[in-house]
């Protein structure tokens, strides 16, 4: 039998409940204007309920039942207006809707014992109501038009230090250095390092119960670092941030509050069944502000589809996105609407069923995927073909634009396309191939002949892999991408890489991916601290080896299926020293390079044992963050400095204090699986670079350690902080997934621009080459101001130098060990279109310049059958370029002279790593080579 309930469950006002429980597991509790209702999940039944302070059993007493006399909820009051609100809780609770009214769904799932929860739900309707009247009741006591509350803040701040204010208090919170000790409040005195809170009439000013405080404006500020005004519809916290300077400087705030009533807005959508407890997005748009405001309280619609919100006078926009099915995508949104009394808006949709992808010259293709957005740059409603859902429904906003990315394929192509659409051009997506870029996969002749092979596709909003053959052709008009690849071979095993980033070259073009290849081992050892071996000083050898194919993708040991076993010895037989290292053994390591190996057995084809002596970690830097890392781990180590100096860029936009140019960090590595962070200095986890190939996503921790280089501590003001920079980050994924035409910034940033020339006369690159900044891969050295290429790997170097469309390169070079390639990676006519001048490759049997008609410089109209290098001496090389020829001469004897299209050479996946004009160095494994000139000059260009 349902309990009856006196009529003091509900609050005097009538507009909210209060629901408090000890929840363990998951629970519901049903809502209606009549009963409430307990519905237990899992683990132990609620215990401690209480609805707005009257206690409750729901073990006992599942249902409660109120009298005609005393009802649950007034009549009047619609439950479509229902906000949920958690004032306390660890887990989720959400708001839904079902044909007899609310239902209020706890999980505590996935945590142990049971932990209090308190949420509040508030009525649309009742709080308009308590609103106008509140007003009211205002103007009829001061008899005129209601003004705007302002408050003037003065105070001397040294740190950092926050006022929040509530209707109900105003609270001081100090986070960095001295306490102020005096602040002027409306001309009222306030020391709050002894009166940390106050009530706000006991300081002359008053602001209304109910008030909403999301319109107040920051109308005139002082101080030397940031004063900021953060705000939601209860609370505003005004900012003060000195810590970019020492001792301490006078600031001052001024805000203003609008006194404004709150409006019922009716959002309604004419296909109910596709938005029942969908839930609503409303932005805010204020004068002033870069971008709208998300309003945070919770909104979903009802059985009917409805939702009505409480809203003060202002411009907004509704959005719905949502999944009811997997065969079912609805992005519906209003245009801007103007409040400023009872409002109704009605959302109009139409269905569209599965759009129709058409590219010029490339007929049948099926569409495979499809992702739609309306505004918000928070993520997409997805479809994907498979056997649950074959098709796709559209339900969208009439006369609206939309963002779209769409894969599909016929027995020919991949299409991978994004595109903004007005809502009746997506029944039928259209491109012309004359704004995509053509892509082409190619194996490589050295590689073993795979029985299938596939590639990975990784784009900020999506994934696609397909299989690939010599003839498979994939189109995009997007200009970045990373990707990764697989082959399999016989006896069921497969081989699969790691995914690196490649950015595709502007406008119609084609792409020649050259995958596979001889894979070369690579190894690299360091002694770093491991803090979860007991001490805080302990330190472990940190190994690690693999294969790398020729572009610098990485063998996935995990998700290969190759039998991969290795191991470390050391070179005196002995075993290697066991963490946590003693002194005694980290003084037997030594130079790593020279006192350890490391052996691995694998089988391809045929089984192999690779012995290797590992690599130092060598020097990266980006603009502001430098590190070390691995030689080999090029992509991964420059995606995670980029992301870190994201990160500073944001932190430094939501303070509003400038980064100094000379601001630096110091970015080392240890084994800990925590972080730690101070000035110019951040300590992470290795793992968390070794294992980063997202280009777009927020490195683990990395802003909260490099927030500490700032002046931080572990308070709110840095949790908020760090929450931003996530967001934003997030909002930057998306903001590149809106551009297909977005290109990466420079991946590692160069000390200073790239050096101009002046006609005729020579520029000394050796002189201007900074191993630290200019080393992509490889140890690089310098003896006596001579260039020494890396011994036992291979190197790449970039030349400080944009070339210019005609131009002689003068170097002078000395073969130290070995037989096989110096290359150098040269631009030959306006388009930016590279090739690579071999020099004694093939093992010293021929030269030539690479990728022309897709061929190797060893087997094309370039190739000059011998070697350059015969003995250990200096032999001079000039390489004459213009627009449409490359002239090579070594000690005086012409070797290469072509002329023709520069077009004809096909940009290898790796050179594409070359931005713009830019010049490189390489050498190809255990060759060495001396080089002590290397000098540039313009020259004029034929007519």
Not at 186 to 203: A, H, I, V
Not at 808 to 824: A, P, S
Request: charged share 25%; aromatic share 8%.
């Amino acid at each position: 039998m349902a309990s009856p309930l006196s009529g003091e469950l509900i609050d005097q006002s009538g507009t909210s409940l209060r629901i408090l429980a000890n929840i363990d597991g998951t629970d519901q509790l049903h809502i209606s204007h009549r009963a409430a209702r307990w519905v237990h999940g899992s683990w132990g039944w609620p215990a401690h309920v209480e609805i707005n302070g009257q206690s409750w059993t729901p073990r006992q007493q599942p249902a409660l039942q109120v009298g005609p006399d005393s009802p649950f909820l007034r009549s009047h009051i619609r439950l479509a207006g229902a906000t949920i609100r958690k004032l306390r809780g660890r887990g989720q609770v959400n708001l839904a809707y079902g044909a007899n009214g609310l239902i209020v769904r706890f999980d505590d799932e996935g945590h142990n014992g049971s932990a209090t929860y308190e949420v509040l739900i508030t009525f649309a309707d009742q709080i308009c109501e308590q609103s106008r009247r509140e007003i009211e009741s205002l103007k009829s006591e001061s008899g005129q038009p209601l003004q705007p509350i302002e408050l003037n803040i003065q105070t001397k701040i040294d740190g950092a230090d926050a006022i929040q204010i509530d209707s109900d208090k105003v609270k001081w919170a100090h986070y960095e250095s001295s306490w102020p000790r005096k602040v002027s409040l409306n001309d009222r005195n306030w020391d709050p390092y002894t009166e940390r809170e106050f009530k706000p009439e006991s300081k002359g000013f008053f602001i209304p119960a109910g008030l909403n405080l999301s319109g107040a404006e920051l109308v005139e500020k002082k101080g030397r670092g940031a004063v900021q005004l953060l705000k939601s519809d209860d609370r505003l916290t005004i900012r003060f941030d000195d810590r970019h300077a020492p001792g301490a400087d006078n600031y001052a705030a001024r805000i203003r509050i609008p006194i404004s009533q709150l409006w019922p807005v009716v959002i309604q959508c004419d296909l109910p069944e596709h938005v029942v407890n969908a839930p609503l997005t409303i932005l805010r748009y204020e004068k002033n502000e870069k971008r709208p405001t998300i309003v945070t309280e919770q909104h979903v619609f009802d059985h009917l589809g409805r939702t009505i919100v409480a809203l003060p006078a202002g411009s907004y926009q509704f959005e719905v996105q949502h999944q009811p099915r997997p065969d079912v995508l609805v992005a519906l949104k209003s245009s801007r609407v103007e409040v400023g009394s009872a409002t109704t808006v009605r959302l109009q949709s139409i269905q569209i069923p599965t759009p129709k992808l058409v590219v010029s010259g490339h007929r049948g293709l099926d569409l495979t995927q499809l992702g739609i957005r309306s505004i918000l740059p928070t993520g997409a409603v997805a479809w994907k073909r498979n056997s649950r859902a074959n098709h796709v429904s559209l339900v969208l906003s009439q006369d609206q634009t939309y963002r779209i990315r769409v894969f599909g394929s016929n027995n020919y192509a991949q299409v991978a396309l994004w595109k903004e659409l007005k809502t009746n051009e997506i029944r039928r997506i259209r491109e012309t191939e004359e704004n995509m870029v053509r892509c082409s996969f190619g194996w490589q002749s050295e590689s073993l002949p795979p029985l299938a092979a596939g590639v990975e596709l990784d784009f900020p909003d999506s994934h696609c892999e397909f299989r690939v053959t010599n003839n498979t052709l994939f189109l995009t008009n997007r200009r970045f991408l990373e990707l990764g690849y697989w082959f399999q071979l016989k006896n069921g095993r497969k081989v699969v890489f790691h995914p690196r980033g490649y950015a595709l070259p502007k406008g119609e073009s084609d792409h020649q991916f050259e995958l596979g290849g001889p894979l070369t081992g690579r190894a690299s050892a360091a002694i770093l601290t491991n803090e979860n071996l007991g001490s805080p000083h302990a330190r472990q050898l940190w190994t690690d080896i693999c294969l790398v194919d020729p572009h610098g993708h990485i063998l996935d040991h995990q998700k290969s299926t190759i039998d991969w076993k290795w191991e470390v010895q050391m070179r005196d037989g002995a075993a290697p020293p066991k963490p946590p290292l003693t002194p005694e053994a980290v003084m037997r390591l030594g130079n790593v390079a020279e006192t350890v190996v490391l052996k691995a057995r694998y089988q391809l084809d045929q089984p192999v044992e690779l012995t290797l002596p590992p690599e130092r970690f060598v020097s990266r830097r980006s603009k502001r963050v430098s590190t070390t890392s691995p030689p080999y781990m090029n992509w991964r180590t420059a995606a995670y400095l980029a992301k870190a100096e994201r990160s500073l860029s944001e932190i430094a936009s939501e303070r509003e204090i400038p980064l100094n140019p000379s601001y630096r960090v110091k970015l080392t590595w240890w084994l800990n699986g925590g972080a730690v962070g101070g000035h110019g200095g951040t300590t992470m986890p290795l793992r968390g670079m070794t294992g980063d190939f997202n280009w777009f996503k927020h490195p683990w921790a990395i802003s909260h350690e490099l927030l500490h280089g700032f002046g931080y501590g572990h308070d709110d003001d840095m949790n908020r902080t760090d929450r931003v920079v996530q967001r934003r980050f997030l909002e930057h994924k998306w903001f590149v997934a809106d551009h297909p035409d977005h290109a990466p910034e420079l991946l590692i940033e160069p000390k200073a621009m790239p050096t101009k020339f002046v006609y005729g006369e020579p520029v000394d690159l050796l002189k201007l080459i900074d191993l630290e900044r200019d080393t992509l891969l490889g140890e690089w050295k310098w003896e006596d101001d001579v260039l020494l290429t890396p011994v036992s790997s291979g190197g790449r170097l970039k030349l400080p130098v944009e070339a210019p469309s005609s131009y002689e390169l003068l170097m002078v070079v000395t073969r130290l060990k070995g037989r096989d390639t110096l290359g150098i990676d040269i631009i030959v006519g306006e388009d930016d279109i590279g090739t690579m001048l071999a020099l004694d490759g093939w093992l010293g049997q021929a030269c030539g310049l690479h990728y022309l008609d897709g061929r190797g410089g060893d087997q094309n109209e370039s190739t000059y059958k011998r070697g350059v290098f015969p003995d250990q001496k200096e032999h001079t090389i000039l390489c004459r370029v213009t627009p449409e020829s490359v002239f090579v001469e070594v000690d005086d004897n012409r070797i290469i002279d072509w002329h023709g299209d520069p077009k004809r050479f096909r940009i290898s996946s790796d050179s594409a790593a070359t931005r713009g004009r830019e010049l490189f160095l390489a050498e190809t494994k255990n060759v060495s080579y001396r080089i002590s000139k290397i000098q540039l000059r313009t020259i004029k260009s034929p007519e």
